[in-house]
């Protein structure tokens, strides 16, 4: 395998891990202010009104776990300062995304309308607000529209003249120092720091960068997750015998369980889980979106395999589609393709007489703006260059299909893709415990810092085994340059052999092991240098 990666020492890493940091390491005392936000002031002052007038006040979420965090800290806040919230999460398949006209007649009557995670969009939705006497409260992180929408207060760190220093930060940050400001006008002094625990999952999972205040607020929420006494933290930490949760327990653990909920049938019934009040309850909930989970995941790799079948290998841009897959596994779907066969992917379900579905990008392909180029086949589109969410009538796919493919060399690279979580070579005699040691000090891992890979060429394979109960993980013993040490390879039925060179793509970390602790290589990618085995 070729490849323009430099051979790297400990102190080399260390060097290049630095460079991902271009401020300090912030601590939470440096957390800018909430009045830094526009709107935050004005917001903050309704609020107080309508509960000191005991106004029926609504919240409305969204479906996916920065949503459902969202939603949660609102709901626990409210209810450590007794004051009644009533809280809505749009369904995904009745409702669509966030507030809509179709939420209209569940929040008349209300005085104040408060949204978390969504709402910078939803012009119409405010208009019907405004001619029923509604107050709107647009909390948001997502990118301020052209047009945006007419409410009382818009909270959002993209808007202009906000004066907010971090553009990056996802919902459930914002919904804190909403909070964090109430519970200072109220003088309610509620334990804001608890919460932090919920949030610090938001951030990882709406794979927001891991750097500045996010890095900040990761740090502190997950040490206070790894002591929390909340039942649904509790409940986690039981059914997944892990007793220290690192960022990685996050994103590929707790994230998608509770993001099965609103895939296959209702968010709400993740808020339900988060916001348990006993132990008993957080087990049952947990059950519950256990199972969700099982059957997303059955049915994202029936879905995936599927799907592959349809891809063309020759196409640039891969879109696929059939009127049965289930559109709330789409976009993992389309993640998944992009993934294995190294090009952008769009994924569609039919929908009555429309197609809708989701797309994902790779190698840096301006996603948004290639599909942008044919706004003129597409009935609902949105989203952003990594990531797109559309629909469009079935009798116009193939039209779409062409044109994207035609269009595709002006938005995608053509350039082969090399990937850049890779921090360099790494021969064998560097890898022990005071590199991992080292490599640790830069946690939590994640978008903007993720988790360094390694390369190794020409690793012979000393021993190999299967393990797992299906028998599709792998044992390996590696020798590089007289050096050993123990790898393993997760979901792979790939077949090697004894004295086989290889080269690898790896993470490392230390396995615990009946009281034994050894440097392991976790292996992502195995590179075959005779070809014999493909």
Not at 11 to 40: G, H, N, Q, V, Y
Not at 283 to 312: F, G, M, W, Y
Not at 517 to 523: E, F, I, K
Request: charged letters at 20%; one cysteine or more; proline letters at 4%.
């Amino acid at each position: 395998m070729s490849s323009p990666h430099p051979i790297l020492t400990s102190e080399a890493i260390f060097t290049l891990l630095s460079k991902r940091f271009d401020d300090t390491f912030l601590s939470l005392k440096d957390l800018p202010l909430p009045a830094t936000f526009k709107d935050m002031d004005r917001a903050v002052k309704r609020i107080v009104q309508a509960i000191k007038n005991q106004e029926k006040i609504v919240l409305i979420g969204d479906y996916d776990v920065d949503g459902v965090i969202s939603t949660s800290v609102m709901k626990l806040f409210f209810d450590a300062i007794s004051v009644p919230l009533a809280w809505i999460i749009p369904n995904r398949f009745k409702d669509g995304y966030g507030l809509s006209t179709t939420l209209i007649p569940r929040i008349q009557g209300a005085d104040l309308v408060i949204t978390v995670d969504n709402g910078i969009s939803a012009v119409e939705a405010a208009k019907e607000c405004k001619n029923l006497g509604i107050n709107l409260i647009i909390t948001d992180h997502h990118i301020v529209p052209e047009i945006a929408p007419e409410a009382y207060a818009i909270i959002n760190q993209k808007q202009p003249a906000c004066t907010f220093p971090h553009a990056e930060i996802c919902g459930a940050q914002i919904a804190w120092y909403l909070c964090t400001a109430l519970n200072k006008a109220l003088d309610t002094k509620v334990d804001m720091k608890n919460y932090l625990e919920l949030v610090s999952m938001a951030i990882i999972a709406d794979i927001m960068p891991l750097q500045h205040i996010n890095r900040a607020m990761v740090q502190a929420g997950i040490k206070l997750l790894n002591q929390s006494q909340r039942p649904c933290i509790q409940a986690y930490r039981e059914q997944s015998s892990k007793q220290q949760l690192v960022s990685e327990d996050i994103a590929f653990g707790l994230a998608p369980i509770l993001n099965s909920a609103g895939r296959l049938e209702d968010a709400s019934l993740a808020v339900a889980f988060i916001c348990s009040p006993n132990i008993y309850d957080a087990r049952s909930h947990l059950e519950t979106l256990i199972a969700l989970n099982e059957s997303r995941k059955v049915l994202e790799q029936q879905i995936t395999d599927e799907a592959t079948h349809q891809v063309d290998k020759e196409s640039k841009v891969i879109v696929v589609a059939s009127s049965a897959w289930h559109e709330g596994v789409v976009g993992i779907v389309a993640a998944r393709l992009a993934r294995k066969f190294e090009r952008p992917a769009i994924v569609l379900t039919q929908n009555e007489a429309f197609y809708k579905g989701s797309g994902r990008s790779f190698n840096g392909c301006d996603l948004f703006a290639l599909v942008d180029t044919q706004r003129g086949l597409l009935g609902k589109f949105g989203g952003h260059s990594a990531a797109v969410g559309l629909s469009l009538e079935i009798e116009k796919l193939e039209a779409f299909r062409t044109a994207l493919n035609k269009e595709a060399n002006t938005f995608c690279s053509q350039e082969i893709y090399v990937d850049p979580d890779i921090l360099g070579e790494l021969p064998f005699e560097q890898i022990n415990f005071s590199l991992i040691e080292m490599i640790a000090q830069f946690e939590p891992f994640g978008e903007g810092n993720p988790k360094p890979k390694f390369l190794t060429k020409e690793v012979e394979i000393l021993a190999v085994q299967t393990m797992g109960k299906e028998g599709n993980h792998l044992r390996f013993t590696f020798q590089h340059h007289g050096m050993i040490h123990n790898g393993v390879q997760f979901k792979t039925y790939a077949q090697y052999e004894v004295g086989q060179k290889i080269d690898i793509v790896y993470t490392v970390n230390v396995n615990h092991f009946r009281g034994e602790s050894t440097v392991q290589l976790m292996v992502e990618r195995v590179i075959e240098n005779d070809n014999k085995h493909k």
